[in-house]
């Protein structure tokens, strides 16, 4: 499966290093927190779903790293920035083993079907 994203090329120079940086640090941070820990929740102040997430790894006895970025009402062009990395258009975004396994829908099925603890399992 491709995504589609604008080439560089199709960038006016004078722009390409604002659209390279814009936001820049927020990414660096989910990138260090996926690299560093096993599951990490992305989500924020508010949003119910990031704390379903979070309940049910609780719940499971799985040990998460969870990031919060504002809320409804701030750091929205913020959070845009990692909607734009991951292509994931809502919150939360959890990661298992470095790999966007969705939010918390997909988080609970991947539990339900055992993939969850094989995912945790592979090295």
Same mark, same amino acid.
């Given at each position: 499966m491709s995504r589609s994203i604008l080439e560089e090329a199709r960038l006016h120079p004078a722009i390409r290093e604002h659209v390279a940086t814009l936001h820049a640090d927020i990414? %660096? @941070?989910v990138q260090r927190a996926v690299a560093a820990h096993a599951v990490v929740v992305v989500g924020m102040a508010q949003n119910p779903f990031p704390k379903r997430a979070r309940r049910a790894l609780d719940r499971a006895g799985i040990g998460h790293f969870d990031l919060d970025y504002g809320s409804y009402f701030s750091q929205w062009r913020r959070r845009n920035a990692l909607k734009m990395w991951t292509g994931w258009p809502t919150f939360p975004m959890v990661f298992v083993r470095g790999q966007l396994v969705g939010g918390a829908q997909e988080l609970e099925k991947l539990m %339900?079907?055992? @993939?969850?603890q094989r995912l945790l399992q592979a090295a």
């Open positions: 990414v %660096a @941070e %339900a079907s055992g @993939e969850l």
